[in-house]
């Protein structure tokens, strides 16, 4: 068989070329990461004399035992982490699969008025300080854990790629022989419509997992409480509460003792590396699925 | 009438349960803080007796919020800085992520295109916080990687934290840095989706690879172009809270050139407490940013009915 040929394809020269700029593009991308896993491994006393190198002369791992001696607070931080991602990603599927097959439903005589619903939502917001006010102060969640789960939990985007993935992915016919043979529309939903539309599920599942764990700032505005901070939001009061320490250790209202106790420069870095490998061993898998929901986001119905 | 709705209501019992926990959701985080929006309207005071009681007792001051913020330099310089940064992010993203998209769909060696695509993708999936600490790992004072190198070539180090002039393209290369890769997706996507044969006679007509890309392919990414373009403008009143909070590390001199509506809103509430005049802010936000969400859905509708978003 005579091979296709392929007609998007750069003379010799320019191929070289092309692919010197997309590497060295991918490369700085990928950099900063790895920079910082070198720094995570560098001596404490060679990063106070030589700053941060891409080859220190002296390596070492006290960093990561530091953490694991010392790291309640990033252990306690991993589990929020993780509990908010797992609950919160149910939760939300559970919502919006629901929501979406209903307004998917042309036998659903307020579908209409349903999907405007949720889509009104995309154009006009309150903004930050009412979704505040309401809350804190009306549905009392300072300080708890649902303030990391609940704000997060729809948007109305996601209805809408579920919404189109059912009416395209799932025939009418399926359904009306399901409700033929007696099936309940609770029944059709979690034993047809489900099973079905899996693909769908697992694209909204990733895009909500992934921003439960890279939340921070539900954790900046809601909660106070040390023992429920989230990992990100912990990198950031760390990184804050040094400063803080750096601008004031002039004036000798800060003790020693806490200066000391706060996590040196190669455990921040290391804290950073821990919080980020496992996006960095999902993504892959991640983005098969993020290329497709950007494909299914871009079906209308 | 009455009858005839209960009947209805009947019928559609079961869809209506299963929309009902969203509903609720949204009637919660989405509808309840528009009427909180009346607060930019007021003196507000939070109240230990709850929303109602802080939203109602709360002194009414009429524009007050609104006219006080627009008398200020702030109002000023967070849109400026809001629009400035934005119109940035919008040509210089579509340029790049066409470019690279193109660029990816030419290589001859489609393993290697895929494993530049999976690096390029990276910095998507990682949050602020996280690129905050890799911009600070180069440019901290006495630390960082590019203060280094600049001594290395025998010149000054820059306090890049209290420099202002710096940071307009700092912010702009870490936003291209964490985004092009994932937005030359969807144009690489919509390349390969040309017909071949078009390339193949041109080719036979003798077009160069310039020629081609010219004449078919930007041709042919028009309407997509388009699309991602006026959906990005009808945000452009609205800006990356993380960027501008966590790369800049809140760094007080640099305010005048990292406050944009968002930051601004957000140091209303937690620092300088000025709720009235930040949910003023916010609404200000809320409103241009609504009324430019319709425009271009209206101008994307003219262009290409299929991709409005409504």
Not at chain 1, 239 to 259: D, P, T
């Amino acid at each position: 068989m005579k091979k296709k040929r392929n007609f998007h394809q750069a003379s010799p020269g320019w191929n070289i070329v092309f692919n010197l700029i997309a590497g060295i593009f991918a490369f700085l991308c990928v950099f900063p990461f790895v920079f910082v896993v070198i720094i995570s491994f560098t001596e404490e006393k060679t990063l106070a004399t030589d700053g941060y190198r891409i080859i220190p002369k002296a390596w070492s791992l006290d960093a990561y035992q530091y953490i694991f001696k010392t790291g309640d607070t990033l252990l306690r931080s991993y589990g929020v982490t993780i509990l908010v991602t797992v609950i919160g990603t149910v939760v939300s599927l559970l919502l919006i699969s629901l929501y979406a097959y209903a307004v998917s439903r042309r036998s659903f005589a307020y579908r209409r008025f349903f999907s405007l619903f949720a889509i009104f939502t995309m154009l006009f917001s309150g903004g930050m300080i009412p979704t505040y006010i309401v809350v804190t102060q009306l549905l009392g969640l300072k300080d708890s854990i649902w303030a990391l789960i609940l704000p997060l939990a729809l948007n109305a985007f996601y209805i809408m790629i579920l919404r189109t993935f059912y009416i395209t992915g799932i025939p009418d016919a399926i359904i009306e022989s399901g409700k033929i043979d007696g099936a309940g529309e609770f029944r059709i939903f979690s034993t047809i419509v489900l099973p079905l539309s899996l693909p769908g599920l697992a694209t909204i599942g990733l895009f909500s997992t992934l921003g439960y764990w890279n939340d921070w700032f539900n954790a900046l505005l809601y909660i106070d409480d040390p023992n429920k901070v989230p990992l990100q939001a912990m990198l950031m009061r760390i990184e804050s509460s040094m400063q803080f320490i750096q601008q004031n250790s002039a004036n000798g209202s800060i003790s020693l003792e806490v200066l000391q106790s706060m996590p040196q420069d190669t455990a921040r870095m290391a804290m950073v590396v821990l919080a980020t490998v496992p996006i960095i061993f999902a993504y892959p898998f991640f983005q098969r699925y993020f290329v497709q929901g950007l494909t299914v986001g871009g079906v209308k119905e | 009438m009455v009858g005839s709705f209960f009947r209805s209501f009947n019928r559609n019992k079961v869809m209506l349960l299963m929309v009902l926990p969203g509903a609720i959701w949204f009637l919660f985080f989405s509808y309840l803080p528009l009427v909180g929006t009346i607060a930019a309207f007021k003196q507000y005071r939070f109240s230990r007796h709850g929303f109602w009681y802080s939203l109602v007792h709360s002194k009414n001051v009429g524009w007050a919020n609104f006219k006080f913020l627009f008398s200020t330099d702030a109002a000023w310089s967070i849109t400026r800085n809001t629009l400035l940064y934005n119109i940035a992010f919008i040509v210089l993203g579509l340029v790049f992520s066409v470019a690279l998209a193109i660029l990816l769909s030419e290589l001859a060696n489609k393993k290697l295109a895929k494993l530049y695509q999976t690096g390029m993708f990276l910095p998507y999936f990682l949050s602020w916080v996280i690129v905050g600490y890799f911009a600070f790992s180069f440019l901290s004072m006495d630390r960082g990687l590019l203060n280094h190198t600049l001594e290395y070539f025998g010149m000054d180090r820059m306090q890049w934290y209290n420099d202002p002039k710096v940071w307009p393209y700092i912010l702009v290369l870490v936003y291209l840095w964490k985004s092009i890769g994932y937005s030359s997706v969807v144009y690489l996507a919509s390349i390969l989706g040309i017909d071949r044969s078009l390339y193949e006679a041109a080719m036979i007509d003798g077009a160069s690879k310039m020629q081609q890309v010219r004449n078919i392919t930007l041709p042919m990414l028009k309407p997509i172009i388009i699309i991602m373009t006026l959906l990005a403008v009808g945000k452009i009143f609205y800006a990356d809270f993380g960027l501008f909070y966590q790369v800049p590390r809140d760094s007080g001199t640099l305010y005048s050139v990292t406050n944009v509506i968002d930051t601004y809103v957000y140091r209303g509430l937690k620092t300088t407490g000025e709720i009235g005049m930040s949910t003023a802010a916010g609404l200000y936000q809320s409103v241009v940013g609504f009324v430019l969400v319709m425009v271009s859905n209206y101008v994307v509708r003219k262009v290409d009915k299929d991709s409005a978003l409504f």
